[in-house]
Structures are given as C-alpha cells and as structure tokens.
C-alpha cells in the first residue's frame, strides 16, 4: 500500500554530479523522515542523508559539503544532488521514509528498490 519510486542514478566520471529523486505514495498518514542510504559491494547499509519533519538534513560525514539533500512534504518527495563524486561513492542508493500508514500500528521503515551510482576514476 505505500510505494516508494526511485529515479536517478547512472555512470559518471569522478567529480561530475548526479541527482536522486524519490517519491512516497499509497495510504501515507505521516512521514516522519525521508532520507536516502547506500550499500556498496561487501559493505553494510549506511545513512548517507536524512531529514526529518522536526529537523533539518543529517548527513555522514563522508558526504557532508559535497550532497544536498532536499524534502517536499506536500509532494512526499525527496531528492539527494550529488556534487564532486568520487569513486568511493559507488554504490546502490535506497531512498527510505520512516512513515504510518492510515489505520497502521506505528510508524515503520519503507524502502525503494535501489538505483545503482557507479563512479569512474
């Protein structure tokens, strides 16, 4: 019942830029946060950016003044603007929410299906 729908992403030389947009919907009662996490190849899932409804964005520090992102809470959308890539950066990025759905239990964590970032030296 909820959706969250990635676009974005692709092939690009060290120090271009990319952009990530994600989009919640469904039976969406609150979000709390949106935010975007990655995985590369033999590594766990870490937080690459987040913004919650109380707050502003919290970024790792591997990516602080280089990603941007930024939230619309009417459309349910978050973006994430990759500037200055580095080879390092190369992973699947997920978007995730930390939402309730109408009539839900509590609020729980929604992923979308990955979009692949691969950067080249």
């Known amino acids: 019942q909820v959706q969250l729908v990635e676009s974005g992403g692709g092939l690009v030389q060290a120090g271009g830029s990319l952009r990530l947009s994600c989009a919640a919907s469904?039976?969406?009662?609150?979000?709390?946060?949106m935010g975007w996490y990655r995985q590369a190849p033999g590594k766990q899932r870490e937080l690459v950016a987040s913004?919650?409804?109380?707050?502003?964005?919290n970024y790792s520090d591997s990516v602080k003044g280089r990603f941007t992102s930024t939230r619309d809470y009417v459309k349910n959308t978050v973006s994430l603007q990759m500037n200055t890539l580095k080879p390092e950066d190369t992973a699947v990025y997920y978007c995730?929410?930390?939402?309730?759905?109408?009539?839900?239990?509590?609020?729980?964590?929604?992923w979308g299906q990955g979009t692949q970032v691969t950067v080249s030296s």
């Open positions: 469904g039976s969406i009662f609150s979000i709390r946060s």
């Open positions: 913004i919650s409804s109380s707050g502003g964005p």
């Open positions: 995730n929410a930390v939402l309730v759905q109408y009539g839900g239990s509590g609020y729980a964590d929604y």
